[in-house]
């Protein structure tokens, strides 16, 4: 499954695993400054992005990557949804690059994705400075590691900022998209309100790929509060029955149909978790709290999604 080529540039930001010739999930280093997964897929003729990380520094790589193994850059971007870990290297693309993703995602990116980068802008030097000193007086390894994350994250957006532009898609559509080239055909799929208002996976039939971006996280905690856990399950259980081999997540290594049904798992653990807490002796905050990630999940990557996470499930059960 995996080709390694001296011939590809290594970047600080993300391994490359080759899926199929010409099919590349980026998966995003811990360290590094690219904090979500992209895909470089060649479908001949023209290079398709899948996602563009977080910073233009990671996104440059990709760019370097697609220029180094296919001798051209990405003629179409695609933006899976809009959070900022996967859309803000979108300008690197540019002028070369149609950017493409549904109508409902390039509204979140001018309405709530506004609102993230206000609020990164204002923020981002002060969360850096508290991170820093969190990890002085850390000795847990297993918190470091996290702080060590949220550190590469805030290093990475301040780098960032100063030149980012937000580029907003130039193609639009609804439902579903094919693109076709001289080697392959992509499909673009679209669930509504799972993790997102929208979210768009890309299929390689031919293949047996799916890229899920955030509708999947392997040995990573899922971030389920801006989405729905219901429609979060219906969507894995639907790509679980497709044939596809290699499931690529948003955040983590590449995933097979074990890792789909693990994050069912984890999302109807969580349910059950979050219908316990609702009784119990102190406030329900105080009981959320209280929770530690279960054994299960402990080296699971972004531990303090676990707490958000219940606290959104439970609040989405009281008001039932
Ligand atoms: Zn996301």
Known sequence: ??????????????????????????????????????????????VVVYDTFLTLQAARDLRALSEAVFGQPPRMVINSHYHNDHIWGNQVFLPEAQIISTSQTYQLITTAGGEEYQYYSANSKQRLQSLQAQLQETRDPEQRRQIKMWLSYYAGLLETLPTLEISLPTVTFEHALGLHGTQRSARLNVFDGAHTGSDTVLLLPQDGIVFMSDLLFVETHPYLPDGNPFLMLNVLQELSKSDAEYFVPGHGPVGTLQDLEKMIYYIEYCLEEASNLLDGNGTLEERINGLQVPNEFKNWGLSQFYQANIRFLCLGLNEE
Do not use: Y
Not at 4 to 30: D, L, M, R
């Open 1 to 46: 499954m995996i080709m390694e080529s001296n011939k590809i540039p290594q970047s600080q930001h993300f391994t490359t695993t080759w899926i199929a010739p010409g099919v590349c999930a980026a998966v995003g280093s811990e360290g590094g400054a690219a904090i979500s997964n992209a895909g470089l897929i060649d479908l001949g003729g023209q």
